[in-house]
């Protein structure tokens, strides 16, 4: 079977949470003997020479102006051009602003699958004209796809409330179980000791809510430092006064990390915490909750339907809150281990295989 994937920046080590799904999700289809062409946004590779190939994937990349309103609606039009041109059996397409392109890719006779990561349009970045395209994209991926993948339950919600006639199954985002490198090193780099530290993993973008973390942080009477992995696609206002305001209450900012260096900072960590207003289905919490770390999470759908302990949420935008279960956090070593939990419900193989057998299904 000859498969294009759309709606995604890239891969590898692309900054996003549907960059990290298509990088562990798309090899293990590889390796069940499928073909996989991923189209890239050139705009995002920054790499030298320019790869063909990743764990068995084949990578196309095509241009893209990289402007955020802009770019993934012309960027998956070329890429249903491409995967008409190459006579993919299918495409797949994901993220709900791509997803508008689904009705041109069927009028072309290709035959689709879309999923569907989360409700884009409720991100704080968004202008009121993007969010009715987006609001768009939604109805007409869920309306004219073949088959709509869901990550969470809440999405599938959303998604038979905007078309009641959409072809949906759950299939969860995943996470790999992997050894956490020591890397004394690299934590030395940045002034840090093993779980003496909190770690916080994202895009820098108002939705994200590290802010808020920030804020509950500043006032804290203790030693532990607080560590901020990520940066901004596009630097906004937004994203410059963010690093203004960690740098001024001492927060250790480390730009975006990838492969060991992401997995020895994120994993030896006391503490995980995502202050998030969205989600879709939260890879960073799950990879946390996969390295054994105390974990501590807005009290959102998407967070609380993965199932945590009530006292690993709190008040989403409440500093307060935020600030007294950080303390309670940091004051005992007492936490739930759900590497179990990951292992059973979220597991790549496991989902690799589900999606096959959709892809099987319309073919």
Not at 207 to 233: P, Q, W
Not at 314 to 327: A, C, E, G, T
Request: hydrophobic share 40%; aromatic share 10%.
């Amino acid at each position: 079977m000859k498969i294009v994937v759309t709606g995604t920046r890239g891969v590898p080590n692309i900054l996003g949470g549907v960059e990290t799904h298509c990088q562990e999700l798309y090899p293990r289809i590889v390796e069940a003997d499928h073909e996989v062409i991923l189209i890239r946004r050139k705009a995002y590779v920054d790499e030298e020479p320019f790869r063909t190939e990743f764990n068995g994937i084949k990578l196309k990349d095509i241009w893209t102006p990289k402007q955020k309103s802009f770019e993934a609606i012309i960027h998956t039009f070329l890429a249903v051009l491409y995967a008409k041109k190459i006579k993919a059996d299918l495409l797949h397409v994901h993220a709900i602003g791509p997803a508008i392109m689904i009705p041109f890719a069927k009028l072309l006779g290709l035959k689709v699958v879309m999923t569907h990561h989360g409700p884009d349009y409720d991100r704080q970045k968004w202008n009121k004209v993007a969010k009715f395209i987006l609001k768009l994209g939604e109805y007409l991926g869920v309306c004219f796809a073949n088959k709509v993948i869901v990550i969470s339950k809440v999405i599938d919600e959303i998604v038979m409330r905007r078309c009641n006639g959409a072809n949906t199954e759950l299939v969860f985002n995943g996470v790999e179980i992997a050894d956490v490198p020591d890397n004394y090193d690299l934590l030395a780099a940045y002034g840090l000791k093993r779980k003496k530290y909190i770690v916080a993993v994202g895009r820098f973008v108002p939705e994200k809510g590290f802010h808020d973390l920030i804020d509950a942080y500043k006032n804290l009477k203790t030693d532990i430092k607080l560590v901020l992995i990520g940066d901004a696609d596009h630097e906004s206002e937004y994203s410059i006064g963010l690093k203004k305001k960690a740098m001024a209450s001492n927060v250790v900012l480390t730009g975006f990390k990838s492969g060991n260096e992401l997995r020895s900072l994120f994993g030896n960590a006391k503490l995980f915490v995502l202050p998030s207003y969205h989600e879709g289905l939260p890879i960073a919490l799950l990879e946390a909750m996969s390295y054994g770390l105390n974990v501590l999470v807005s009290n959102i759908s998407a967070n609380k339907i993965v199932g945590l302990d009530e006292e690993d949420y709190f008040r989403v935008s409440d500093i307060k809150d935020l600030q007294y279960k950080l303390n309670g956090k940091l004051a005992s070593d007492r936490y739930t281990n759900y590497i179990s939990v990951i292992e059973e419900k979220y597991n790549w193989d496991k989902i690799a295989k589900k999606t096959i057998s959709i892809y099987n299904d319309i073919i």
